[in-house]
């Protein structure tokens, strides 16, 4: 069975982040996309605003993203997040294991 519907997305990008979320691949896939820096930005998006997908960059400061997906999780556990790391840092796909694993 094939599911056609776009999801509506909130992506959380850090300042220095590798991915660039300017491309026009958002608006290709996904039906509404609201790009934010940071913590404060993405948490008061997420007051207002329901998304089907939170995908959160924390390629470089694996720690505070790993946080924030914490914070995201407690308040709404049913949320689906993803969180972009670089291949080479297991120790960032580590600790979002131990982080998952401890809130569910």
């Not at 220095?16 to 979320?21: A, H, K, P």
């Not at 491309?23 to 930005?41: I, R, S, Y």
């Not at 972009?84 to 297991?90: F, H, I, P, Q, Y």
Request: hydrophobic residues 40%; aromatic residues 8%; proline residues 2%.
């Amino acid at each position: 069975m094939k599911n056609s519907k776009k999801w509506d997305l909130l992506f959380i990008q850090e300042e220095n982040s590798e991915l660039n979320s300017n491309t026009p691949a958002f608006d290709e896939h996904f039906n509404f996309v609201d790009k934010v820096l940071g913590k404060e930005e993405a948490l008061m998006h997420l007051k207002v605003n329901k998304y089907d997908v939170i995908i959160n960059d924390i390629t470089q400061e694996a720690l505070d993203g790993i946080n924030l997906i914490k914070v995201i999780r407690e308040k709404m556990p049913d949320q689906s997040i993803f969180a972009l790391v670089a291949g080479k840092d297991e120790d960032k796909l580590y600790g979002i294991c131990i982080c998952v694993h401890q809130t569910l």
